[in-house]
């Protein structure tokens, strides 16, 4: 690791891809301070739909890829919270009730669905109901995203072919038999976001121009069947809690079992900063996350859009030209990349560019690497 460049050196800084954070709720927070924050695109996991149509494409917001509702059970998490608003949550009660959910989402521009899974605070989808709603998103080529809480649930999750899990799962230590199933290399045939990813890289997974963090390539070039968002900071904001241990653990053992985890915040739920929170990127390092593996946490994402290309006419939301123009650059000299804590504060000074010609400049993500 010592001696690799942390990115491309240029104009007093240092060029990287750009950031994303692949959990927030923007209905809570100030997109525009996220932006300056250093963060460039980012998730939206649950909101009222229509309100949410309306973030992708705005000059001074991050890229916006967003679910639409939560949906849930008749009476389950999140719809008795005050922070959701009517239009927020969808009730589903059955199969039929779980497709026409997704294909509400899907017509109002969803990348992906949410579907909440939390057994300790209301009644949860069965796995009929649930089953049904991942097959019908994946049939329209979304990914599902949930939140487990529970003892029991990240299973259940994983059973119904869940692609990704919200949070890093805090609720109990998990089985190695479990985490070493959502850790299996994903099906590229059944991906549609990389199917649409091979026509969208920056560099060809020959090119070996890239000096990020030479060698980062090998087990992590591809996705695991699930993949996990950290949301490691939501346990405490900087004063750890038990739950903060178990989720650390997890990562811990997932990531060393070749599992994908992605820097997300859950911005919206909490004293999170705006922008790169380095209180997150702290909690993937003592998970075991190397200065590689920050930055493939952070960088992931916003090379890998999660909207299937040409699955259906309704994926143009996704702003595919200025995605191309977006790069991250950091003032001053990179730090030694086994000084983990100068690393993370380095990295939560990004700032977003808009600029097709400084952007080639930024390398591709390690992953991109063969
Ligand atoms: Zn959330």
């Known amino acids: 690791m010592s001696g690799q460049p942390l990115g491309h050196a240029g104009d007093g800084g240092t060029w990287l891809p750009p950031f994303a954070d692949a959990h927030v709720h923007l209905g809570l927070a100030d997109p525009v301070a996220v932006r300056r924050g250093g963060i460039a695109v980012v998730h939206d996991l649950g909101w009222v739909p229509d309100v949410a149509r309306t973030w992708p494409g705005r000059p001074d917001f991050p890229e916006v890829a967003f679910a639409g509702a939560f949906l849930t059970a008749p009476g389950g998490y999140p719809s008795d919270r005050s922070w959701a608003p009517p239009g927020s949550v969808a009730e589903v009660a059955t199969p039929d009730d779980a497709v026409a959910a997704v294909d509400r989402q899907v017509a109002a521009g969803a990348s992906f669905l949410k579907v909440t899974l939390h057994a300790d605070a209301g009644p949860v989808l069965d796995d009929v109901t649930l089953t049904a709603l991942v097959g019908h998103a994946h049939a329209r080529g979304r990914d599902v995203v949930a939140h487990v809480e529970g003892r029991g649930m990240a299973a259940r999750a994983v059973e119904a ?42 560099n060809e997974p020959d090119d070996d121009s890239n000096p990020v963090l030479g060698g980062a390539g090998g087990r992590t070039a591809g996705r695991s069947r699930t993949t996990w968002v950290s949301t490691l900071d939501i346990h405490g904001w900087g004063s750890p809690t038990a739950e903060q241990d178990v989720a650390i653990d997890n990562v811990r053992r997932f990531v060393a079992l070749g599992g994908t985890v992605v820097y997300g915040t859950d911005l919206g739920n909490g004293p999170i900063p705006h922008g790169v929170d380095e209180r997150e990127l702290r909690a993937l390092a003592a998970a075991g996350l ?54 993370c504060a380095w990295l939560a000074r990004a700032v977003v560019v808009d600029d097709p010609a400084r952007a080639q400049r930024a390398p591709a993500t390690p992953e991109d690497r063969p």
Not at 174 to 186: K, Q, T, V, Y
Not at 312 to 331: F, G, K, Q
């Open 161 to 202: 072919g869940v692609d990704r899990l919200a949070h890093a799962p805090f609720s109990e230590r998990l089985p190695d038999d479990l985490l070493a199933a959502m850790a299996r290399p994903r099906a590229v045939e059944h991906d549609p976001a990389r199917g649409r990813e091979r026509g969208n890289c920056r």
């Open 290 to 343: 190397d200065a590689p593996a920050l930055l493939g946490a952070l960088t992931r994402e916003a090379a890998h859009p999660r909207a299937a290309d040409g699955v259906d006419d309704l994926d143009d939301h996704v702003e595919r030209p200025r995605r191309a123009s977006l790069a991250t650059w950091i003032p001053g000299d990179p730090p030694d990349p086994d000084d983990l804590d100068a690393v």
